[in-house]
């Protein structure tokens, strides 16, 4: 079994966890594009490394082993984000693609000395939490810009679902972890948001948009 593919199923089984609790074969099928078949697979071998435990017709549950693997893999996908953002220059909206490379590198040294150089950062570019080495993570509190309502002001922590084309398009309307959001009106219709950035432009953002960002009062 290439490490890469163990890694990716490991990762995707504990962030699935995290988000909707039990985890089926099909949830981890549709989140890695990868056929029912081709995922019960895995999963076998997975169970023979005693990485996950599964009965039959039963949810899919990482053990301690999978679960410490699983945190030790985001732990250098978000590190080489911040790395890449913060160090290198890259945008936001292209380090994740670069990042998938990077996180599969077998090489303490490098991960460790990117955290000093970094000195020793909670969260990365998209403000998702990054585990410590013993797997643990910052807790955070926010809702996503969706639930809020008209006249709260808030600023945004975080992105919900960091992929390139979203992020391009709040660097569009200069929206960035940080910035002030004032919710000036909130379409009845489809539920999309009049906002003012940092007391400046007002700019119309989608239902869709505001379901993806995080934020805080």
Known sequence: MASATKENYLKTIYLLQQKIGKVSLTDISKALEISPASTNSMIQKLKKLKLVEQEKYQPVKLTSQGESNATSIIRKHRLSEM??????????ESVHTIAEEMEHIDSTILFDRMDELLNCPKFDPHGSPIPDKEGKFAKTEFKLLSEMNSGDLVQLVGIEE????????????????????????????????????????????????????????
């Open 83 to 92: 790395y890449l953002t913060e160090i290198m220059g890259i945008g936001w």
């Open 162 to 217: 960091s992929s390139k084309e979203l992020l391009q398009l709040l660097n569009l309307k200069n929206i960035k972890l940080g910035t002030k959001i004032n919710i000036l009106e909130i379409t009845a219709f489809d539920k999309s948001l009049t906002v003012k950035i940092n007391n400046k432009e007002a700019v119309m953002l989608s239902s869709r948009v505001c379901n993806s960002l995080r934020v805080k009062k």
